[in-house]
């Protein structure tokens, strides 16, 4: 359901700019975007991962010790941010891998209940509209 707001935004932009409009639908009008725009992340993490000059920031992030792997944890558990996520575990390269697991995992379980208090939240009213109109 789009906002009155929102209907108000587009017919304005319509009218003001509509060749913007057009452009925007063709560029946003691919069949599977989402997992278009997944496999564009996948390859900028590998290029940059690939890059001698994130070793520098790579170094900070072993500065931290276990820190960053618990960092490398929560962008894994972003969904579109976990290539980056599994860029950072690999260029780290922990000595013990079972604590690392542990670690990264705490991260990646923080991130889900971050990701799912936002949408609780959000979404509330949302759920309140759909538990009155299925009472009536």
Do not use: W
Not at 21 to 35: R, T
């Amino acid at each position: 359901m789009v906002h009155k707001s929102h209907r108000k935004i587009h017919k304005k932009l319509r009218k003001h700019a509509p060749k913007s409009v057009e452009k925007a639908k063709k560029i946003f009008s691919f069949k599977y975007p989402k997992l278009f725009s997944f496999i564009i992340l996948i390859l900028l993490a590998y290029y940059i991962f690939t890059q001698p000059f994130i070793s520098g920031l790579i170094e900070v992030f072993n500065k931290f010790g276990q820190f960053g792997i618990f960092i490398a944890g929560i962008l894994t558990g972003l969904g579109f941010a976990a290539p980056f996520g599994f860029g950072l575990l690999i260029k780290i390269n922990p000595s013990n891998i079972l604590l690392a697991t542990l670690i990264g995992g705490v991260g990646a379980t923080i991130a889900d209940l971050l990701i799912f208090k936002t949408i609780r939240c959000s979404f509330m009213d949302e759920f309140k509209e759909l538990e009155k109109k299925s009472h009536s």
